[in-house]
DNA sequence: CGGTATCCGATAGGATACTG
DNA sequence: CAGTATCCTATCGGATACCG
């Protein structure tokens, strides 16, 4: 196997793009709120409500955060009184695709780890013997 | 728009693996050190020299990590003096499509996020007028 | 209702020194 | 060469109280 320095910046090139992505999702809340939001708009109280065991302000954070991403969008409807929702943006969509990715890899990763569990058990079964 | 259960609790479950493979992944220098092994077997200061700015404290940890993980594997060959390597495994490969589906993601985003900051300066320009 | 302010502990990660 | 040990800082996130 040869390594080229073209070979090499190639594949860092990379690096750049998916630490991008991996930072729009980090933490322990964003993917659970983006799943609350996933059925239509919702107020702050009610994401609160069915994201368990997030605190206000977390969530607070977290939607700023969102929103600064352009994944969620801050309504205010000018009534009385004010009433403030949250909602995903088209853009939001576009990580479907990404989302579905790393479950079905977090899927097969979880099988690849209870194989290599029962590799070790087998061996150890027969070093017992 | 309807939301049961049933539609609701089977967008939780997607949660588990995504989040699974999220940690997988997660930290400043797993990516880093995935791809210095992507051509082949590398020693600790070799990898060292190649992720940079890196600590042997971290990325003694991280390979510790990643091996924990089955993402590489610890070859010790018992030479003079012993010699210390280390591979990607098989199961590693099948990362792939998932770092792709990232770094696809990535690039779109940042074009979203710099489209949305042409709008806003041409949004300021008008007010300015 | 829709948040913010303050404080606090846990964890990630950097710097440096040392070892078989 | 291939790490470990120790110490330090910064950020993440939880708990609680408060506000318009």
Redesign the pocket.
Known sequence: MIETDHQLSTCMSILKPVRDSLDVL????KLPIIVALTFGEK????I?KEVH????????????DLELNGLVR?NIEESY??????QLTEHSKSLRSVIDSLKDWGILHKQRLAEECREYKKVKKVLIK
Chains 1, 2 share one sequence.
């Open positions: 980090n933490g322990k809340w107020r702050f109280t009610e609160s065991g997030i605190t206000d302000r977390m969530l607070s954070k977290e939607l700023r801050r009184p004010v009433k403030v929702t949250y």
